[in-house]
C-alpha cells in the first residue's frame, strides 16, 4: 500500500507550527533537523539554544560533521538506521487519523478500503457508504476530505503510505485546519476525513484503521503510535552522539519536558505516551 521510495521527499518539507511558553534551557546546543519542529521549539526553548532546522537530511550531514549537537528528524519506512556511536530516542510521531461524522455506523476500516474513498487509481473506488457495506446508508454519498496547507504533512503522508497511486481523487475537500476538519464532519452526516492529532472533545468520531482487513484495527493516540505499526505515521526521533550524554544531558531532559511536549502537542504532533517519556527523562538522568 506504500510508495516508499517517496517517503524521503517528505522527510525535507519546509512547514512551521505554532508553539507555547518557553522555558530555560542549555547554553551552546546546537539542534539540526526537521524544519516542521523550528517554530514550535523556539517558542518553548531559551536563547541559549541554537536551532538550525534545514530538514531531515541535511541535519544528519550536520551531525556527523559535528556542527550540531542533537538532531529531530521525520523516519520514514526506507530511511536509513542510525549508526554506530549514536543514541537514537523516540520523540513523538506525525500520524493522520481517520475521522467521520458521530452518527455514521462505520466503526473500523482497512487501508485499502480508505484507499477506495479517498485515491484515484486504486483497487475501490467507493462513491456510497452502500458501497462498503453500511446497507442502512446504501444510498447516501460520501465526501472525503482532507488537511492539506503549508503548515502540515498530513496530505503528503497520505499519498505516499496509504495510496497505491499516489493520486487523490479530485472530489476529496481540501481543508486548511483542525477546527475546519471537524467542524465539516460535524455538519455533514455521509463525511469522512483525514486530519493529524484529534483534539480532545471534537464534535467526531474516530475510526478505527488495519494496515490489512484481517488485522485489529487501531485509532490514532499515543499508545497506538509509539507501541503498535499504526498503519499512516511517520517517526520522529531525537539522535546524539553517545560520546557527548553526559554534557547534554540537561538539554535532553528540557526536550522532553512537559513545556516541550505540550508545543508539540499543539503543533498536531503525537507526543510520547506520558509513562515513556517520564522513562525515558529518569534514563537520561540516571545515564553514565
Not at 113 to 137: K, Y
Not at 156 to 183: A, C, P
Not at 189 to 203: D, F, N, Q, T, Y
Not at 255 to 265: C, I, N, P
Request: one cysteine or more; glycine letters at 10%.
Amino acid at each position: 500500500m506504500m510508495r516508499i521510495s517517496s517517503v524521503c521527499q517528505l522527510l525535507l518539507l519546509g512547514v512551521t507550527f505554532a508553539g507555547g511558553a518557553r522555558i530555560q534551557a542549555q547554553d551552546s546546543v546546537v539542534i539540526a533537523g526537521s524544519d516542521f519542529l523550528q517554530a514550535p521549539l523556539a517558542s518553548v526553548l531559551g536563547d541559549s539554544f541554537a536551532l538550525d532546522m534545514r530538514g531531515s537530511y541535511p541535519g544528519l550531514i550536520q551531525l556527523e560533521k559535528g556542527e550540531a549537537d542533537i538532531g529531530l528528524f521525520l523516519r520514514g519506512p526506507d530511511y536509513p538506521p542510525t549508526a554506530d556511536g549514536y543514541t537514537e530516542l523516540a520523540y513523538g510521531y506525525l500520524g493522520i487519523a481517520v475521522v467521520a461524522n458521530r452518527s455514521n455506523p462505520l466503526n473500523e476500516i482497512s487501508l485499502d478500503r480508505l484507499a477506495g474513498i479517498f485515491g484515484s487509481g486504486e483497487e475501490f473506488d467507493f462513491l456510497q457508504w452502500g458501497d462498503l457495506g453500511l446497507n442502512q446508508w446504501a444510498d447516501r454519498g460520501i465526501r472525503g476530505a482532507i488537511i492539506e496547507s503549508s503548515n502540515n504533512l498530513i496530505t503528503e503522508i497520505y499519498k505516499n503510505l496509504g495510496l497505491q497511486s499516489g493520486s487523490l481523487k479530485s472530489n476529496i475537500s481540501r481543508v486548511s485546519s483542525s477546527r475546519q476538519m471537524t467542524d465539516l464532519i460535524r455538519n455533514e452526516e455521509g463525511s469522512i476525513g483525514l486530519m493529524g492529532r484529534v483534539p480532545p472533545g471534537a464534535p467526531v468520531k474516530q475510526l478505527a484503521l488495519s494496515r490489512e482487513r484481517s488485522d485489529t484495527p487501531l485509532v490514532a493516540n499515543e499508545e497506538n503510535l509509539h507501541f503498535t505499526n499504526y498503519p499512516l505515521k511517520l517517526d520522529l526521533v531525537l539522535i546524539y552522539r553517545e560520546e557527548d550524554r553526559e554534557e547534554l544531558k540537561e538539554a535532553l531532559v528540557a526536550l522532553f519536558s512537559e513545556e516541550a511536549t505540550q508545543a508539540l502537542v499543539e503543533s498536531g504532533i503525537f507526543p510520547l505516551p506520558e509513562p515513556v517519556r517520564a522513562r525515558t527523562i529518569l534514563e537520561i538522568r540516571m545515564a553514565e
